[in-house]
């Protein structure tokens, strides 16, 4: 009784916030759910726990759940999903308060769920899904999470032999999970025109999980993923995953996996593991690759972080994103490195309040390459943000940009920070900050006529 007096009581919640404001309280309800009953999801009836999937791991979880929700959907399956990126115990309460009856069955077929990665051992305790897809773990929020491998020894502890693990080949962290469980299916990127090595003295890389001596990469397709091997045991890629995907056209949008050409609406290196992650549940789930396909090529990323606006003569590249991993900050760092156009680049990088005490630390920029930004026609750079606006402009210069071309902005006022932007000769202009402050920069740029394209 105490479980459908608290699920009734999320349910109106839920109602009310949705009638108030929807664009509100995504996980409102499921917070004071676990707050009431704090093992309330446990207590769900009907759900197949063969076919929840949990998805999790340092970067492309959103985008990786969000395909694989839509794929499904698309191939006529019931799914409930948590889409709205509310990836702890809250958020998994709130998906299951609006997918069950009043009586508390669970009335779809699957369960795809995105998983905060301290938030799994307790999660999947009370909701043991016997499927985990991992895209990556590297240093992420360190803050909060500390060293990666106190990641990796949570999901160590919190995997059950039983399950499907979904892993991927050339990230050796998280890869070394497979003898954690019974099932495992791993999925591959072969060495593309935009793979890279470096020779960088620098370049940091990581213990082999085995033997803890230094991992070598063949190639990086991104920053810390790649071909790889241990420099002392025989631990590597294996040569022989269960998803490859190969010949990549970055131009045409297509990639080869199996003997079928496919097509997808993005190939940007990051989407591509994506992708592959996602054949690779669907295979096992039974989809054919025609319905993969369909899926595919009709999936709009809602988890994207990219604008082009057009303002005032100039051509407006707004990205956005996590800026607590160096991972993610490099995918951007890429984007702006491949085009060769002549450009200004303006990066803020802010204090991050999510918890006391407060992060304002600016290394994952210092572990980026950004001289090869420096060396992709860049006429100006501007450094902002009340926090680290200076270290930001010493990543810069250290990298080899002119410091006479660099502009400090030690402040978060956005007509102050975009003050040079008419006078600067460059017609393309990068702009890259974390998601919090988009609303206003994306306001400000449509206060003053931008249009986006």
């Known amino acids: 009784m105490r479980f459908i007096i608290t699920l009734w009581i999320a349910k109106l919640t839920a109602f009310a916030v949705n009638l108030l404001d929807k664009k509100r309280g995504s996980n409102y309800s499921g917070k004071i759910a676990v707050k009431l009953m704090p093992n309330f999801i446990a207590k769900f009836k009907s759900i197949d726990y063969n076919k929840v999937y949990f998805i999790s791991g340092t970067n492309g979880k959103s985008t990786t759940t969000n395909l694989l929700a839509h794929t499904l959907i698309s191939a006529g399956k019931r799914v409930a999903c948590n889409t709205e990126g509310a990836n702890m115990m809250g958020g998994v309460a709130t998906t299951l308060i ?85 099932n495992v299916v791993y999925f591959s990127v072969l060495q593309n025109e935009k793979s890279y090595q470096t020779d960088d003295p620098y370049a940091v890389t990581l213990p082999c999980p085995k033997c803890f001596h230094p991992i070598a990469y063949d190639n990086y397709n991104l920053a810390n993923i790649g071909q790889f091997h241990c420099t002392r045991c025989d631990y590597a890629s294996k040569a022989d995953a269960d998803v490859v995907i190969s010949n990549i056209n970055f131009n045409e949008n297509t990639f080869v996996s199996g003997d ?23 295979r096992i ?30 051509e407006i590249h707004y990205l956005r994103g996590k800026q607590e991993n160096p991972e993610a900050l490099q995918s951007q760092l890429d984007m702006i490195a491949a085009d060769k156009r002549q450009k200004a680049v303006y990066v803020g990088m802010y204090q991050i309040t999510d918890f006391y005490p407060y992060y304002g630390g600016s290394f994952y920029l210092f572990d980026c390459d950004f001289e090869s930004v420096v060396k992709s026609n860049v006429t100006h750079y501007v450094a902002f943000s009340t926090t680290v606006a200076n270290d930001i402009a010493s990543r810069m210069i250290l990298a080899g940009a002119d410091k006479d071309r660099v502009s400090v902005f030690d402040t978060n006022h956005i007509p102050t920070i975009f003050s040079e932007l008419d006078t600067i000769e460059a017609d393309v202009i990068y702009i890259l900050t974390n998601t919090k402050h988009a609303p206003e920069i994306k306001e400000y740029f449509k206060q003053g006529g931008g249009v986006n394209a």
Not at 98 to 121: A, H, M, Q, Y
Not at 291 to 305: C, I, R
């Open 260 to 282: 079928k050409v496919w097509n997808v609406p993005y190939t940007m290196p990051f989407y591509i593991y994506n992708f592959a992650m996602c054949i690779a549940i669907g």
């Open 285 to 314: 789930i039974g989809l054919t690759d025609a319905e993969l396909q369909k899926g595919f090529a009709s999936f709009v990323n809602p988890a994207a972080h990219m604008d082009v606006i057009h303002f005032r003569g100039k």
């Open 98 to 182: 609006k997918n069950s009856t009043l009586s508390g069955r669970f009335n779809k077929e699957f369960l795809v769920l995105e998983i905060d990665e301290r938030s799994f051992p307790g999660i999947v305790k009370l909701l043991p899904g016997k499927n985990l897809a991992l895209t990556n773990l590297q240093k992420d929020q360190v803050q909060r999470n500390g060293d990666p491998d106190f990641i990796l020894r949570k999901f160590k502890n919190a995997i059950e032999c039983g399950m499907t693990l979904f892993l991927n080949n050339e990230e050796p962290r998280s890869r070394s999970l497979e003898n954690c469980a019974d």
